[in-house]
């Protein structure tokens, strides 16, 4: 009997260790869903790099129907 | 057999059969946790690349002098794609020239050259699966895209003085997709 408590008690303890191990670490940005901290980092930085693509102002430049 | 022998029998099989599914149901849940906490760790290391991307100063510093060029230059480029005038490869090779010219005039080479090598090694990481594509393409996709878009005749530039078409291949067929096509003969 007691190895049959040994074997109940062993799967037990592992799932109480896998439980407590968690991993709750991912990144505040991850976890508010919101990403908009970024930009308005770099906006602050003066780094304005997320916008000027020239294939939004004239698609017929070969690079543009590359991945359009 | 009496009934306590009996009973015994049935605490035996039943805790044989509980700790087995017990013992299956921990394995699962196990490489449930195992694979979530490998998702964590990749999501943490792309966080890395975007702390690296907004604390770094030599970062900082090339992605500033790329964005005042191309503010100083903006109104002479948007001309430029703006004319209706012109024919698609009569536009791209005008393109190309100005914004080589750009780079050199505004010694834009290690700037461009530090970005493009950041990009390649966040490419590496997501390839390789040690970053998650999720967030590398929700926080860098557009920036790469057009600052691609922008300095690939830079791109081709060097690849035709370093006689090396490899030249930034993996962020070009990342972003881009073929790698082959971008430059024109």
Redesign the interface.
Known sequence: MKLRRLFILLPLSLIACNSNTVVDDVPPQIQSGNDSSSSEKMDADGVKDRGYDPCKINPQLEICKKNP | MNKHEERLQF??IT??W??AI??I??GV??IF?YL??KN??R??RS?TF?ER??DNTVT?SA??N??QS?DGK?DE??AL??NKDLK??E??AL?DAEIVKLVKQDVLTEHLKHIFTFYEQLVYCVEMELCDRD?AD??FE??A???I??Y?PYICYIRKEWHNTEVYASIVRF????NS??C?E
């Open positions: 605490y035996e805790g044989t509980l700790s017990i013992m149901i921990g849940f196990g946790q979530e906490h964590d760790v999501i943490e966080m975007v991307f907004q900082l992605r500033k790329l964005s191309i903006i480029l948007n794609l703006s698609a490869e536009l791209s393109f967030v929700m926080f557009t920036e895209k057009s600052l878009r922008t690939y972003y881009i997709g073929e096509e971008i024109r």
